[in-house]
């Protein structure tokens, strides 16, 4: 059983500045709940009931936001805000969470290894913590399940526009079964003309505790930086690596877009918010 997961939420965000200045781009919201929190919400619905989450300089509200809050229950409890008083208490009981600090910001790959020490030689889900995953089925049980079978890594994959595919790492695989791949090669952020198709590795995985020694092989890549996708790569000469599609929608809340994207989306399905969000809408358009 697979009981661990990694977030890696160390990141520079880049993209979305000058918010993530001194911010964590993880703890933007969406409707009301920052997207780590989603992110953590998905991972113990797959089971998982120990997190590791990487974290580096100005990520501090990360740590204050799965912390309890002494102050602001006991100011809740006196004015009989009960659901609010609820819902601050629940973040901090969704799992047990452990931190690590990624010092030097060298890429997603990079900040994995941080993780070696905490996984102690047990597969792991790996979930972005600035990408939230809207699926039919959950989506981290299917990647589990399909490790439980086959005993090697296994990562989500997404069909992305040909327009957009330079901005992922994407596979080439053979299909092997309804939504899964035999993964063939890795290539990050292909050159155009150069994808190997339009499958794109979609910010979720179940990774062999293996991974860890290919990552200390793997050299500097794409941006400079140390690539996740180099390292599967390199594993991939050893060991099988499967795909599974993604059934369901990906939101990148690390761009500007995708972010205003999302909130519209989680907001029309909040009972609350959603009918008066709509008709907002609508006269929005209509105007
Ligand atoms: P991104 O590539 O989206 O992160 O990483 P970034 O570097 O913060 O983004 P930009 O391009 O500058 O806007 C995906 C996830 O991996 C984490 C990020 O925090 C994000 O959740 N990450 C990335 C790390 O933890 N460490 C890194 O060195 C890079």
Same mark, same amino acid.
């Given at each position: 059983m697979i009981k661990k997961a990694v977030i890696p939420a160390a990141g520079m965000g880049t993209r979305f500045l000058p918010f993530a200045k !001194? /911010?964590?781009k993880e703890m933007l919201p969406i409707v009301d709940q920052p997207v780590i929190q989603y992110v953590v919400e998905e991972a113990v619905a797959a089971g998982i009931t120990d997190i590791l989450m990487i974290?580096? %300089?100005?990520?501090?509200a990360i740590e204050e936001h799965f912390d309890r809050n002494f102050e602001l229950e006991a100011g809740l409890a006196e004015k009989g805000r009960v659901e609010d008083l609820q819902a601050v208490r629940r973040i901090s009981d969704l799992a047990d969470i452990h931190f690590v600090w /990624?010092? &030097?910001?060298?890429?997603?790959?990079?900040?994995? +290894?941080? !993780? +070696?020490?905490?996984v102690n030689n047990?597969?792991?889900?790996?979930?972005?913590?600035?990408?939230?995953? /809207?699926? &039919?089925? @959950?989506?981290?049980?299917?990647?589990?399940?399909?490790?439980e079978?086959?005993? &090697?890594?296994?990562?989500?994959?997404?069909?992305? !526009?040909?327009d957009k595919v330079g901005l992922y790492g994407v596979?080439?695989?053979r299909a092997i079964g309804e939504d899964l791949h035999?993964?063939?090669?890795?290539?990050?952020?292909? &050159? !155009?003309?150069?994808?190997?198709?339009?499958?794109?590795?979609? @910010? +979720?995985?179940v990774l062999s505790p293996r991974i860890f020694d290919y990552l200390e092989l793997t050299p500097?890549? %794409? @941006?400079?930086?140390?690539?996740?996708?180099?390292?599967?790569?390199?594993?991939?000469?050893?060991?099988?690596?499967?795909?599974?599609t993604l059934n369901g929608r990906r939101h990148d809340i690390g761009n500007k877009l995708d972010f205003l994207k999302t909130n519209i989306v989680y907001g029309l399905e909040r009972e609350n918010l959603g009918p008066d969000l709509r008709s907002f809408i609508e006269d929005l358009v209509r105007e």
């Open positions: !001194a /911010q964590p974290i580096g %300089k100005g990520k501090r /990624q010092k &030097e910001l060298n890429g997603l790959g990079d900040a994995v +290894r941080h !993780a +070696r020490h905490h047990e597969p792991f889900l790996l979930l972005l913590g600035d990408t939230l995953i /809207q699926s &039919e089925d @959950s989506l981290c049980r299917r990647l589990i399940e399909v490790y079978r086959y005993g &090697e890594s296994v990562v989500a994959l997404e069909p992305v !526009a040909e596979i080439r695989g035999l993964i063939e090669d890795l290539v990050e952020k292909p &050159e !155009a003309g150069e994808a190997p198709s339009n499958l794109a590795i979609a @910010s +979720r995985y500097r890549g %794409k @941006s400079n930086e140390i690539q996740l996708t180099d390292a599967l790569r390199l594993m991939l000469r050893d060991v099988a690596i499967y795909g599974v």
